[in-house]
């Protein structure tokens, strides 16, 4: 369930900032999505895995925390961020 190193670079290069961002709001949304995929699907697959379920809860609501701090910042970059990141769709 944990992101690869790999993925992990592939995210921070096209979601950065400027050129040494790696913890930018953009950034961490985008590794806060990927690790809610990858616990959705396995929550369906493991229906009875409560404490998986309850990470993704806190995971949701960290990232729904960066959203409305994004949002509050610039709505423009809010809007262009979610369509990229396909969520509240």
């Not at 961002?21 to 995929?37: N, Y």
């Not at 404490?51 to 423009?76: D, H, M, P, T, W």
Request: no cysteine.
């Amino acid at each position: 369930m944990a992101l690869t190193q790999q993925r992990k670079q592939e995210l921070i290069s096209n979601y950065q900032v400027h050129e040494t961002d790696t913890g930018s709001a953009d950034v961490q949304i985008a590794m806060l999505t990927e690790r809610i995929q990858r616990l959705t699907l396995h929550l369906q697959a493991n229906k009875k895995d409560h404490s998986s379920r309850r990470g993704l809860l806190k995971i949701i609501g960290q990232r729904k925390r960066l959203l409305a701090y994004v949002q509050q910042e610039n709505r423009e970059k809010y809007q262009a961020l979610i369509a990229r990141l396909g969520i509240r769709g």
